[in-house]
């Protein structure tokens, strides 16, 4: 049976997220997406995604990977799936035919996310359900510093949300930047895998030292206290989006 691998993007607002939970929980992009790929495959399928997106974060580059009995071209394979799509806000980039022992989530080397904030007095508009609106100008060079004591293999504890289901806190942050871009102060990071709720607990917490509250030295507190309570406030979903999978 011929595995396809699919590059998605996605806007998340309205959706559970990507991992199917069931129907008393709405929508979710894994089932969105597999409903589409059965109207034309003419039977069930299951996709393996490389990321478990939180309901109202969106991806660029979210990567899966599926199993189809009908032997068909990649790009038939992602014209019919966005076909059956419509008009849910999900698309297959591309498509490409890859070996069996591909996996989505096991054989991806690096995952790479980008959290916007819009730290302007206006609020958003067009960007609304895209960017964490903050009305305070926030400090980016003393957030960038901070960010950098977050970098290493460390006991994210901190950073980790109670529902986590990772066996082990310690992970390895290979890449945490901040920079502005026009009205934008952008996050930008990338590890071979993340614990859930990481990104946006390291950015709750990013923004307190951008405002003035934390320090550098504050932020490394947080960390070093291995205690979710220690945390800052944990960044909304909207902002954040699952840019590039590494294979």
Request: hydrophobic share 40%; proline share 5%; net charge positive.
């Amino acid at each position: 049976m011929p595995r396809y691998k699919l590059t998605i993007e996605y806007d998340g607002t309205d959706y559970c997220g990507w991992q199917r939970q069931g129907e008393e929980f709405g929508l979710s992009v894994q089932g969105v997406l597999e409903a589409a790929i059965a109207a034309f495959a003419g039977h069930p399928v299951t996709l393996g995604g490389a990321g478990r997106t939180d309901a109202g974060v969106h991806a660029l580059g979210q990567v899966a990977h599926v199993d189809i009995a009908k032997t068909l071209r990649p790009d038939t394979v992602r014209d019919a799936a966005n076909a059956h799509l419509k008009p849910q806000p999900v698309a297959v980039v591309a498509a490409e035919w890859v070996p069996d022992s591909f996996d989505a989530r096991f054989s991806a080397r690096r995952r790479h996310y980008l959290y916007r904030i819009l730290d302007r007095r206006v609020p958003p508009t067009l960007q609304r359900h895209v960017v964490w609106h903050v009305r305070k100008p926030l400090d980016v060079d003393a957030m960038h510093a901070a960010a950098q004591r977050l970098v290493g293999h460390h006991d994210f504890t901190t950073f980790r949300s109670t529902d986590c289901q990772s066996k082990s806190p310690v992970k390895t942050l290979d890449h945490l930047a901040v920079s502005r871009v026009g009205d934008e102060v952008h996050v930008v990071t990338h590890a071979r895998s993340f614990l859930h709720n990481q990104v946006r607990s390291m950015v709750g917490s990013l923004r307190k030292v951008g405002d003035g509250t934390w320090t550098a030295d504050d932020l490394s507190a947080a960390l070093n206290a291995a205690d979710r309570t220690a945390c800052g406030p944990v960044a909304p979903p909207s902002g954040l989006c699952l840019t590039r999978v590494d294979y």
